[in-house]
């Protein structure tokens, strides 16, 4: 399957500060990447869609001045975390979606190891 | 009500039975399904994939898929201890749309 890396894969800031992490796909162009965040047992929530060379499109509820989200290229995407603040600990995982072959329409999307984020 | 319903267990298990995980769902558009399995503090890990209705199977893994019922399963058989993960299951309408997921069930298979 395909690869989808993630950096950090943890790390911990104080609060008022920013936090970038970078989702890249290593062996596929992702036109398409997600971002999600995971809670203790609970399931993903989708923060945001983010197309490469566009705007992203955020979930309900998600602040887009909080949460800056730049896809630069097919394979890079990154979520900046603005002045974190401890509610702001969780994991963030992303995710990529391959390109369906022509005239399957299916596709599939991968996920990257995860990010866990500590603000104190 | 969800759209996406699944039983967040635990489900525990000896090692070597035969485990079934499901998840209803209630958009009978949802063409696309997914199984993913999560490790503690990784990220998910795509285990089947099934469009529209029918069985697929990989090694141990059996995923089914029945739009009538709008209900899909995955059965493992002669479970392991390295099975023990949350499983989610997700869905999806087609290309354009977002993934749906379940809650997840975390699986423990004991030796």
């Known amino acids: 399957g395909a690869v989808v890396s993630q950096h950090p894969s943890w790390v911990i800031c104080k609060s008022g500060t920013s936090v970038k992490i970078e989702c890249r796909s290593l062996?596929?162009?992702?036109?398409?990447m997600f971002w999600y965040r995971q809670f203790p047992k609970q399931s993903l929530m989708l923060m945001a869609t983010?197309?490469?060379?566009?705007?992203?499109?955020?979930e309900q509820g998600v602040e887009k001045d909080k949460f800056l989200i730049n896809h630069a290229s097919l394979t890079l995407s990154t979520l900046t975390v603005t002045s974190a603040h401890p509610e702001d600990s969780s994991f963030y995982i992303c995710?990529?979606?391959?390109?369906?072959?022509?005239?399957?329409?299916?596709?599939?999307?991968?996920f990257g190891p995860g990010t866990r984020l500590t603000v104190t | 009500q969800k759209e996406v319903e699944q039983d967040p267990g635990p489900l525990s298990v000896p090692e070597g039975a035969i485990v079934s995980l499901n998840c209803t769902y209630s958009?009978?558009?949802?063409?696309?399904f997914m199984w993913y399995r999560q490790y503690s503090r990784k990220g998910p890990e795509l285990l089947m994939y099934?469009?529209?209705?029918g069985n697929k199977e990989d090694g141990r893994f059996t995923a089914q898929v029945d739009k009538s019922s709008k209900y899909i399963s995955l059965f493992i058989r002669d479970s392991q201890p390295s099975d023990s993960a949350n499983y989610l299951c997700?869905?999806?309408?087609?290309?354009?749309?977002?993934?749906?997921f379940g809650a997840g069930t975390i699986l423990r298979v004991k030796s």
């Open positions: 099934t469009y529209s209705s």
């Open positions: 995710s990529a979606r391959v390109l369906p072959a022509t005239g399957t329409g299916t596709y599939e999307q991968y």
């Open positions: 958009n009978s558009a949802f063409q696309y």
């Open positions: 062996d596929f162009q992702a036109t398409t």
């Open positions: 997700a869905m999806s309408a087609g290309y354009g749309n977002k993934l749906v």
């Open positions: 983010s197309n490469e060379g566009s705007k992203a499109t955020y």
